[in-house]
């Protein structure tokens, strides 16, 4: 039987032409709808398996193409990774964009339990799991590590965008900007990554980010209230001092 030439990669061992033969034929793309399709399928698999447990032979055959096909598209294992976790990263901001679209008649209260919620469950969701950057972080922190914080920057916007349009008073929203948005973001990426870490799915997940966000949304409201008495009262003293 003659082999198929896209087989011999060197270092990987050869199969049956007929074997690789069944694989392909499901996914017979071409140009970027192919890349497209690799891209997908290996964001999915290293969310699997991470980066040093899957090997090129596993993303091809995921993605229903030979290793040779694989190359053409991608000029090593290391630079597909690289674009699956920065491609998972956009996911879960658009996604995250998307979810906390200013809603209109809501309390302040309810406005920041939905950013907080939307914050935890977008870590769950399908190509923007979270589970695919906890590996980069894991296996490769040098890389990763500045993503995750560019992330961190990119919700800290989403949020403070939310408070702009429920706080029109400038200080009120300096204060919380300042002092609760940096500390709150963290907390639901964290509680979002750990979900995604146990495996939970968008199902599984409904219920314990509601929770989550409830209190987040509480904890926020009481901090709040607190840090604007205290410069309030520290204004009253400055007036007071001044005259």
């Known amino acids: 039987m003659t082999e198929n030439p896209e087989l011999t990669e060197p270092g990987n061992k050869r199969e049956p032409a007929s074997q690789l033969t069944r694989t392909e034929r499901p996914g017979r793309l071409t140009g970027p709808d192919r ?3 690799v891209l997908r399928t290996a964001i999915a698999q290293f969310a ?3 980066f040093r447990g899957t090997t090129t032979l596993m993303l091809a055959r995921a993605a229903g193409v030979s290793e040779r096909i694989l190359y053409a598209h991608f000029a090593s294992k290391e630079s597909l990774f ?11 901001l658009e996604l995250l964009e998307a979810r906390t679209v200013y809603a209109g008649n809501e ?3 309810a406005a920041v339990q939905r950013v907080a919620e939307a914050t935890v469950t977008v870590c769950v969701a399908g190509a923007g799991n979270s589970m ?3 590996w980069a972080l894991l296996e490769n922190p040098e890389y990763a590590a500045e993503l995750y914080r560019n992330e961190i920057g990119s919700v800290e916007i989403v949020w403070n965008r939310e408070f702009t349009e429920r706080f029109p008073d400038s200080r009120s929203r300096r204060v919380l900007s300042v002092h609760l948005v940096p500390y709150a973001v963290r907390a639901c990426l964290a509680y979002g990554f750990w979900l995604a870490t146990l495996r939970h799915d968008a199902k599984s997940t409904a219920a ?3 929770g989550f966000a409830a209190g987040i949304a509480a904890g926020i409201a009481q ?6 008495s205290e410069n309030n009262a520290g204004m009253c003293r400055t007036v007071w001092l001044t005259k």
């Open 48 to 50: 699997r398996t991470g």
């Open 35 to 37: 890349r497209s399709q």
């Open 82 to 92: 690289r674009e699956a976790v920065e491609h998972n990263i956009r996911t879960r």
């Open 107 to 109: 309390s302040a209260t």
């Open 208 to 210: 314990l980010a509601h």
């Open 132 to 134: 695919l950057t906890t």
């Open 223 to 228: 901090a709040a209230s607190a840090l604007l």
